[in-house]
């Protein structure tokens, strides 16, 4: 399994980016996906996820409503839009997959029941 994640960059407060998570050696459809972010010396928070079906979980209470994550199976390809960025959402932003048995929806802000990772995507928000 690889992850690809890319479209990160510099942006002002207030600006907005979109992540893309390309996902390789699997049957992508299936599988729940996530977006987690880290800054130095913290850990690995969760961000958004987005179920097989389409639906996405709660988000994480500093993004909601800034924040949307999607899927297009065709492309094997989820998303993060980002809008009305602020300073603290600088970190570097990875994406998760959650293969079977899949996470309960309790489980799912919690980055240790994540099967694979990608490489990660630095976004600086800064003026």
């Known amino acids: 399994v690889q992850l690809q994640a890319s479209g990160g960059g510099e942006v002002q407060p207030g600006g907005s980016l979109r992540l893309s998570c390309a996902a390789s050696g699997l049957t992508f459809s299936i599988y729940n996906m996530a977006w987690f972010r880290q800054t130095p010396g913290k850990e690995r928070e969760f961000v958004a996820a987005i179920r097989r079906s389409g639906v996405a979980t709660p988000y994480a209470d500093s993004v909601k409503g800034r924040f949307a994550i999607s899927r297009d199976n065709a492309k094997n390809t989820v998303y993060l839009q980002m809008n009305s960025l602020k300073p603290e959402d600088t970190a570097v932003y990875y994406c998760?997959?959650?293969?079977?048995?899949?996470?309960?929806?309790?489980?799912?802000?919690?980055?240790?029941?994540?099967?694979?990772w990608g490489q990660g995507t630095q976004v600086t928000v800064s003026s």
């Open positions: 998760a997959v959650d293969a079977p048995p899949f996470l309960i929806a309790s489980d799912m802000r919690r980055m240790s029941g994540y099967d694979y």
